[in-house]
């Protein structure tokens, strides 16, 4: 089956500084990726939808300038946090569609920022 | 490594009809199973399962799990159009909260 990786699975980093988490679909194309960011009590919020060779969707409520999303092919996607603050310390996961509109997910990013 | 799998993958059925969707998982550390409704945008949560056994129920939806043969059912009875969705499963294991999602069942509900 299909299979969508993330690195890396934790990161820990100082407060001010930016950290890259890849999304890669490693056997399927994936011209479109979600990157979404799980909230205490389970909850997930979309953040933002990546698209293969144009700009990033975000959604409302979502700074673009600090959470850079970059395509840059068709099985890899990257959600970049800029001078990231302790509260953006979360649990960030992306996901890929398949043909029948199943969802791939990938294993999740833990990020800690002190 | 981790794996959840959810059955069947997609779903047509008649409002009214009663459904069962499944959900097996193999992880190295449990800690919990959670269910979600997705629709459009972000999944919706519906439910978190971390003892065997006991049902949780929310209006026409109920869940068990089953910590001893691994999986774990949502059922829907009396279903709606508005049920339509792709119903995802995760398991949560680890202390570092990782979830590990299934691929999702994608019901559709006709008239």
């Known amino acids: 089956g299909a299979v969508v990786s993330q690195h890396p699975s934790r990161v820990i980093c100082k407060s001010g500084t930016s950290v890259k988490i890849e999304c890669r679909s490693l056997?399927?194309?994936?011209?479109?990726m979600f990157w979404y960011r799980q909230f205490p009590k389970q909850s997930l919020m979309l953040m933002a939808t990546?698209?293969?060779?144009?700009?990033?969707?975000?959604e409302q409520g979502v700074e673009k300038d600090k959470f850079l999303i970059n395509h840059a092919s068709l099985t890899l996607s990257t959600l970049t946090v800029t001078s990231a603050h302790p509260e953006d310390s979360s649990f960030y996961i992306c996901?890929?569609?398949?043909?029948?509109?199943?969802?791939?997910f990938g294993p999740g990013t833990r990020l800690t920022v002190t | 490594e981790d794996k959840v799998v959810q059955s069947p993958l997609s779903l047509v059925v008649h409002e009214g009809d009663t459904v069962t969707l499944n959900c097996s998982y193999e992880?190295?550390?449990?800690?919990?199973l959670l269910w979600y409704k997705q629709e459009k945008k972000a999944p919706t949560f519906l439910f978190m399962l971390?003892?065997?056994?006991i049902e949780k129920k929310s209006g026409r939806l109920s869940s068990i799990l089953d910590k001893k043969e691994l999986f774990s059912i949502l059922n829907i009875t009396a279903t709606q159009t508005g049920d339509s969705a792709i119903y995802l499963c995760?398991?949560?294991?680890?202390?570092?909260?990782?979830?590990?999602f299934g691929t999702g069942t994608k019901l559709q509900v006709i008239p």
């Open positions: 996901s890929a569609p398949g043909q029948a509109g199943e969802q791939y």
């Open positions: 056997d399927f194309q994936a011209t479109t």
């Open positions: 990546s698209n293969e060779g144009s700009k990033a969707t975000y």
């Open positions: 992880v190295t550390n449990f800690r919990s």
């Open positions: 971390t003892s065997s056994g």
């Open positions: 995760a398991v949560d294991s680890g202390g570092y909260q990782k979830v590990t």
